[in-house]
T-cell receptor, first 112, second 114 residues
Framework: KAGVTQTPRYLIKTRGQQVTLSCSPI?????VSWYQQTPGQGLQFLFE???????NKGNFPGRFSGRQFSNSRSEMNVSTLELGDSALYLC???????????FGPGTRLTVT | AQSVSQHNHHVILSEAASLELGCNYS??????LFWYVQYPGQHLQLLLK??????LVKGIKGFEAEFIKSKFSFNLRKPSVQWSDTAEYFC????????????FGSGTRLSIRP
């Protein structure tokens, strides 16, 4: 069974731009969660989608948004990028609840 | 605010030494508890989880963790580490009331000397 895939793996953007990251969950998984990982803040929960609905969200500004499609693939968007948005963005999928998550390799975003 | 504390940021051990990594959380209600591991260059993966029942849970690769409710702790242990255990370890908590909102600790980097 293929694992969680994330595209692109690396991205360099300029302050003020926007970016869209993509996540394809494991086949059959309906829950997709997004996390931001930085050396200073560690792993922080962004949001979780289940059956195309945002089920929970973390404490991030409205510049961070996401969506989930009917095939469970998910995208997250960050608008008006700031230097502090440089991070590894991880996606994780699970069958229904978040309890047993499988993580993807992440997208390394660098904002210059 | 709910939080998870991993007080050891970097632990260095020799092979065959015993390991205990601390994890404490701040939430008074029912919780689900997890340990994740991230080996160099690999994805985060689940080591073990606790939902209910026996507070001593066993995971993959010889790891175990003990849930002590009175201490709000969920420490990870391994009796004898190997060089291949070199990785970063994350404790995580889902407070029962928060549905799917998982809170991760800051991680502990484990380095094993061969």
């Amino acid at each position: 069974k293929a694992g969680v895939t994330q595209t692109p793996r690396y991205l360099i953007k300029t302050r003020g731009q926007q970016v869209t990251l993509s996540c394809s969950p494991i086949s059959g998984h309906r829950s997709v969660s997004w996390y931001q990982q930085t050396p200073g803040q560690g792993l922080q929960f962004l949001f979780e989608y289940f059956s195309e609905t945002q089920r929970n969200k973390g404490n991030f500004p409205g510049r961070f948004s996401g969506r989930q499609f009917s095939n469970s693939r998910s995208e997250m968007n960050v608008s008006t990028l700031e230097l502090g948005d440089s991070a590894l963005y991880l996606c994780a999928s699970s069958l229904e609840a978040v309890y047993e998550q499988y993580f993807g390799p992440g997208t390394r975003l660098t904002v210059t | 605010a709910q939080s998870v504390s991993q007080h050891n940021h970097h632990v260095i051990l020799s092979e065959a030494a015993s390991l205990e990594l601390g994890c404490n959380y701040s939430y008074g209600g029912t919780v689900n508890l997890f340990w994740y591991v991230q080996y160099p260059g690999q994805h985060l993966q689940l080591l073990l989880k606790y939902f209910s029942g026996d507070p001593l849970v066993k995971g993959i690769k010889g790891f175990e963790a003990e849930f002590i409710k009175s201490k709000f702790s969920f420490n990870l242990r391994k009796p004898s580490v190997q060089w291949s255990d070199t990785a970063e370890y994350f404790c995580a908590v889902i407070p029962y009331s928060s549905a799917s909102k998982i809170i991760f600790g800051s991680g502990t980097r484990l380095s094993i000397r061969p």
